[in-house]
Structures are given as structure tokens and as C-alpha cells.
């Protein structure tokens, strides 16, 4: 089994529903959708040799590496 994990940073961007899930009569012209979150510092992994288990460890220490208080938002 194939195993893949990512770790970004991304500051939080506001947004509505509808810019996040078309309603299902359409979007309207007159509201255009805001853009998303911007990822930076992107991590990617994967394999196919190692336990799922491992892969997860190392993104989870990845991603405390640079905060390991959890005092980020």
C-alpha cells in the first residue's frame, strides 16, 4: 500500500460556503469567489516499502518541528 503525506504552512484566509462549494442552482456573476489559503514551505513524502505507521511519524514530526509548543493559530 502506497502511503503519501504532505506538511504545509498556510496562513488562514476568511471565506464564505459558496467559495468553497458551488450551490447547486450555479454560482451568481455577482459574487465572485475569494481566493483560498496559499501554501508555503511545502513537505511531501510517500512509499511504498514503509508502514503506513512510518510515514505519519515522520509527518507529524515534521510538521512540530518548527513549533513544537503548539503556539501557532
Not at 471565506?15 to 511531501?44: V, Y
Request: hydrophobic fraction near 35%; charged fraction near 20%.
Amino acid at each position: 500500500m502506497a502511503t503519501l503525506a504532505c506538511v504545509f504552512d498556510a496562513d488562514p484566509v476568511p471565506r464564505r460556503p459558496h467559495d468553497i462549494i458551488a450551490p447547486p442552482d450555479g454560482r451568481s456573476p455577482a459574487r465572485t469567489p475569494r481566493p483560498g489559503p496559499t501554501a508555503t514551505a511545502k513537505w511531501l513524502t510517500g512509499s511504498v516499502v514503509h508502514p503506513p505507521e512510518d510515514s505519519i511519524a515522520a509527518s507529524f514530526d515534521r510538521a512540530e518541528a518548527p513549533d513544537p509548543g503548539h503556539t501557532w493559530t
